[in-house]
């Protein structure tokens, strides 16, 4: 009885589609109220995010930019979530997760800096209601129930948003903060980006569920599966749960099927000793860019010189943004130790001074 029950909770969860691999519109119904210019804006951002992954590739290669996870594959999961929100919306990111914060408003130097490990990095704009991402697995996900709560105690017509990857959903605080929100019908959506490896586990390794999604029933909150590189069904499904939120439905868990190109991170990660070559290509032929472009051909809202202009655009920006990073004050002890509390202890008053004579010769 038990085996029954949950086949038939499964069942619920299959992954929601709008475009097919092909760009065919092939749930014509669940077509989002998109005009052109969104729909041109869309790809823009994916192909500027592609060429920006690209350029920061080599930037860490070269020494000049610090930690980095790339992003490319991801992007419809990425930008088309981070399409559905209000400016007024909070974003908790993880690591990966810089391409939603800068099209939600940080400057992109800001992100190069925060990637170098720079003060200024988390100094986030006023009027931005973004945290800087985090690297602890799955913290932001409390976080994010703490900050949909308050919202909702200001009465605030907003929601709290947050990312993961299939690795944090095997993290203690993905039920937690996913419970609490639940318990007080917080206005959060919980987004998991299922990249099938969480650094080398397999996701079949980390859980005997057959979908991420499907935990959303423990927690008693809404909870869907999306073709993650479908950047329509994407953005389709965290609007839903975004006017859900709004609504007073409480909060709803997203499980995007994604993939990423590239390594975990820069930081030493080797993808081929633990993926196959039949696998990456597999989803090579799902790639979202590719994808979206067909779709938008067969409109005749896009074409190779749009593309080329936002090509060029990518690069102008990074180059920019490097050179303004590279401009920035040069990190001091004396600055981290400076910004921890507005009447340091005694044991912070020693190292500062020990530290301030160091700096000063």
């Avoid at 992003?71 to 909070?90: C, N, R, T």
């Avoid at 800087?132 to 709560?149: D, E, K, R, S, Y």
């Avoid at 006017?243 to 995007?256: F, H, M, Q, S, V």
Wanted: no cysteine.
């Amino acid at each position: 009885m038990n085996t029954k029950t949950l086949e038939q909770v499964e069942s619920q969860f299959e992954a929601f589609q709008i475009l097919d691999e092909d760009g065919k519109l092939v749930n014509e119904e669940a077509m989002p109220e998109l005009s052109d210019e969104q729909l041109q804006e869309l790809m823009k951002r994916m192909v500027y995010t592609r060429i920006w992954d690209q350029r920061a590739i080599s930037l860490n290669r070269q020494g000049r930019l610090g930690f980095y996870a790339p992003v490319a594959g991801q992007e419809a999961s990425m930008l088309g979530s981070q399409f559905a929100l209000d400016k007024e919306d909070w974003i908790l990111p993880g690591y990966r997760d810089v391409p939603q914060i800068v099209f939600q408003g940080l400057p992109l130097y800001q992100a190069f800096l925060w990637s170098r490990g720079h003060y200024e990095g988390g100094q986030m704009p006023d009027g931005l209601n973004v945290l800087f991402p985090q690297i602890i697995i799955g913290a932001q996900i409390v976080q994010t129930a703490g900050v949909a709560l308050g919202l909702k105690r200001k009465g605030k017509e907003n929601i709290a948003l947050t990312y993961t990857g299939d690795g944090g959903a095997s993290q203690g605080d993905f039920y937690e903060g996913m419970n609490f929100a639940g318990a007080y019908n917080a206005p959060a959506v919980f987004i998991v980006q299922n990249n099938r490896f969480a650094i080398s586990v397999p996701v079949e390794k980390q859980s005997a569920a057959k979908t991420i999604a499907q935990k959303a029933v423990a927690a008693g909150i809404e909870g869907i599966q999306v073709d993650g590189m479908d950047v329509l069904a994407v953005y389709k499904a965290t609007n839903d749960a975004r006017k859900r939120a709004l609504a007073g439905e409480g909060p709803t868990l997203i499980e995007t099927l994604t993939y990423r190109y590239g390594p975990h991170t820069m930081a030493g990660d080797d993808p081929t000793r633990y993926r196959s070559s039949d696998l990456d290509d597999e989803w090579t032929k799902k790639d979202p860019l590719v994808r979206f472009r067909k779709f938008l051909e067969e409109k005749g809202l896009w074409n190779e010189e749009k593309e080329n202009e936002v090509v060029e655009q990518a690069k102008a920006d990074v180059k920019e943004a490097i050179k303004k990073a590279d401009a920035a004050p040069k990190q001091k002890v004396t600055d981290l130790i400076g910004f921890m509390f507005e009447d340091l202890p005694a044991n912070l008053r020693e190292q500062m001074e020990q530290y301030t004579a160091k700096e000063s010769k």
